[in-house]
T-cell receptor, first 113, second 116 residues
Framework: GENVEQHPSTLSVQEGDSAVIKCTYS??????FPWYKQELGKRPQLIID?????GEKKDQRIAVTLNKTAKHFSLHITETQPEDSAVYFC????????????FGQGTTLQVKP | GAGVSQSPSNKVTEKGKDVELRCDPI?????LYWYRQSLGQGLEFLIY????????KSGLPSDRFSAERTGGSVSTLTIQRTQQEDSAVYLC??????????????FGPGTRLLVL
């Protein structure tokens, strides 16, 4: 019940277009959903997160939506730029006395100039 | 301030040898996590510390893996009798330990372990 499926595994877009990455989880107790960006050879960094008491959160060109009924959440990047090229990981944390994050397999985003 | 640091950055060892990986969390962070990232894969949770205790060790793959944290700060992950399948990047993260642990985890640069 802890797994998270992430799609697509690779995504190539033209600069200026939008990119959408989707994740599906199975644990109905999950209540925290962060997204991490990992550039080649670097550490993962949080770009946005959402908690289960809201359905959408936006930060400039990045937005995350959460559908708790369907158990899926999505990352939306608008007006993509070449520097957005990286691997993006979704994750979720279940309710309980642990901060353990369960990560998706990652999406390699390539933004073509 | 300083971020999470890890050492060594790279470690090459022979099958059967023991290795120790070190993590220095952000000062004041009481929560510390170890994850493993195999090539082209997502991050796999290993263990979580709150202070010096480990309430969640559910991700440790076998009894060859152990971790400790002393003084509520530095943590070491030890892998005994290393196997080739242990080759991966081992990432450490820390967080303040508040907000019900639903808070940003800050990652270190990782230790790349290669077992020959």
């Amino acid at each position: 019940g802890e797994n998270v499926e992430q799609h697509p595994s690779t995504l190539s877009v033209q600069e200026g277009d939008s990119a959408v990455i989707k994740c599906t989880y199975s644990d109905s107790a999950s209540n925290y959903f962060p997204w991490y960006k990992q550039e080649l050879g670097k550490r993962p960094q949080l770009i946005i997160d959402i908690r289960s008491n809201v359905g959408e959160k936006k930060d400039q060109r990045i937005a995350v939506t959460l559908n708790k009924t369907a158990k899926h959440f999505s990352l939306h990047i608008t007006e993509t730029q070449p520097e957005d090229s990286a691997v993006y990981f979704c994750a979720h944390a279940a309710f309980g006395n642990t901060g353990k994050l369960i990560f998706g397999q990652g999406t390699t985003l390539q933004v073509k100039p | 301030g300083a971020g999470v640091s890890q050492s060594p950055s790279n470690k090459v060892t022979e099958k059967g040898k023991d290795v120790e990986l070190r993590c220095d969390p952000i000062s004041g962070h009481t929560a510390l996590y170890w994850y493993r990232q195999s090539l082209g894969q997502g991050l796999e949770f290993l263990i979580y510390f709150q202070g010096n205790s480990a309430p969640d060790k559910s991700g440790l793959p076998s009894d060859r893996f152990s971790a400790e944290r002393t003084g509520g700060s530095v943590s070491t992950l030890t892998i005994q009798r290393t196997q080739q399948e242990d080759s991966a990047v081992y990432l450490c993260a820390s967080s303040p330990g508040l907000a019900g642990l639903r808070e940003t985890q800050y990652f270190g640069p990782g230790t790349r372990l290669l077992v020959l």
